[in-house]
């Protein structure tokens, strides 16, 4: 999979895996962006592609997406 994230402010940033265990929860990290000011409204586009096309992926659940301060990264690898 292609994890992609856009800003409003013009950022991208991209990573890919492979989806192992099936039925089980993952933590993938799809990008990192600053926001400058604590009170900065910034927009997101986020997408999730197969990597050998273009293609949306058919078949998978994405639960949910989190938006956190890096400075959380660490507390969320035990998830």
Known sequence: MQFQIWTSDGQHASS???????GKWNLYHAGDFVVDGSNASTKLKFSMTQIDCTHTKGGLCLDSVL?????????????
């Open 16 to 22: 890919q895996c492979f989806l192992n265990d099936p």
């Open 67 to 79: 938006v956190y301060p890096c400075k959380l990264r660490e507390g969320l690898k035990h998830f």
